[in-house]
């Protein structure tokens, strides 16, 4: 009886480490471009027909990615426009 409910046991701590680990490495972040021209990082499982690099771990890894891969849209944030100049 003693081998039964460790054969069980066993079984069900098997299922349970599976299930994390497939649920764990589910999650990755992707660089994408989209119509305009913006770049963003997402979470996806895989590839989109838009994505210009990843897929990542983390998103910090992406987001490296996205400042390297797209300097433009990365040095616009946070600026504000300032008015012209007038040459008189």
Do not use: H, N, W
């Amino acid at each position: 009886m003693k081998v039964r409910r460790l054969v069980g046991l066993f079984i069900a701590i098997i299922f349970v480490l599976t299930t994390v680990i497939a649920f764990a490495a589910g999650d990755s972040y992707v660089v994408i471009k989209d119509k305009k021209g913006d770049c963003k990082v997402i979470k996806a499982k895989e590839k989109t027909p838009t994505t210009i690099a990843g897929p990542f771990k983390t998103k910090e890894e992406a987001q490296k990615a996205k400042a390297k891969e797209c300097p433009k849209a990365s040095s616009e944030t946070g600026k504000t426009k300032s008015a012209p100049k007038s040459s008189q």
